[in-house]
């Protein structure tokens, strides 16, 4: 069974630019979250969606959106990009149930110049 | 403010060590503990721990879950360099829905030394 694919690996952009990065699921699984990984604060949970709706939103501005697709895939997307947002984005699929563990993909590395 | 609390922040141990990993948690509405492990790039799903004091194994790694005291311990026994990583602990808080939002920690970066 495939595993949790994330593309591009790796995403270079300057400030001010707009980045959209995309996320495949694991076949069947129809909940979607995505988080940010900085050395400073560790993962931090963006958004989850699950049926193409979004379920919970973390603590992020609202350049921060995403959006699920009807075949599970989900894509998000970072407007006004700052230097600051350079992280590992990690995408997480998991089965519907609210005990359904998280399982990641390799992530995308966004680097902001 | 839910938080999760990992200890150590690192350890450097021998090949055949036996350590223990830490996570503590305070978080409003628990519904699950989860223990990852982070090497290159994606972190691998180890256990998931709702009950008290029921032991999860799997070969050299063994977990287990104290809700009153708000715990889990995460035991790695006869260290190898494969298990050099970070062990990250998450907590998977119900927001009043089916939402599968995860509390993670900062990690325990475990180096094991031939």
């Known amino acids: 069974k495939a595993g949790v694919t994330q593309t591009p690996r790796y995403l270079i952009k300057t400030r001010g630019q707009q980045v959209t990065l995309s996320c495949s699921p694991i076949?069947?699984?129809?909940?979607v979250s995505w988080y940010q990984q900085t050395p400073g604060q560790g993962l931090q949970f963006l958004f989850e969606y699950f049926s193409e709706t979004q379920r919970n939103k973390g603590n992020f501005p609202g350049r921060f959106s995403g959006r699920q697709f009807s075949n599970s895939r989900s894509e998000m997307n970072v407007s006004t990009l700052e230097l600051g947002d350079s992280a590992l984005y990690l995408c997480?699929?998991?089965?519907?149930?609210?005990?359904?563990?998280?399982?990641f993909g390799n992530g995308t590395r966004l680097t902001v110049t | 403010e839910d938080k999760v609390v990992q200890s150590p922040l690192s350890l450097v141990v021998h090949e055949g060590d036996t350590v223990t990993l830490n996570c503590s948690y305070e978080?409003?509405?628990?519904?699950?503990l989860l223990w990852y492990k982070q090497e290159k790039k994606a972190p691998t799903f180890l256990f998931m721990l709702?009950?008290?004091?029921i032991e999860k194994k799997s070969g050299r790694l063994s977990s287990i879950l104290d809700k009153k005291e708000l715990f889990s311990i995460l035991n790695i026994t006869a260290t190898q360099t494969g298990d050099s990583a970070i062990y990250l602990c998450?907590?998977?808080?119900?927001?009043?829905?089916?939402?599968?939002?995860?509390?993670f920690g900062t990690g325990t970066l475990l180096a094991v030394q031939p």
């Open positions: 998450a907590v998977g808080v119900n927001y009043g829905g089916a939402t599968n939002k995860l509390i």
């Open positions: 997480a699929s998991s089965l519907a149930g609210p005990n359904s563990p998280l399982h």
């Open positions: 709702t009950s008290s004091g």
């Open positions: 978080v409003t509405n628990f519904r699950s």
């Open positions: 076949s069947g699984h129809r909940s």
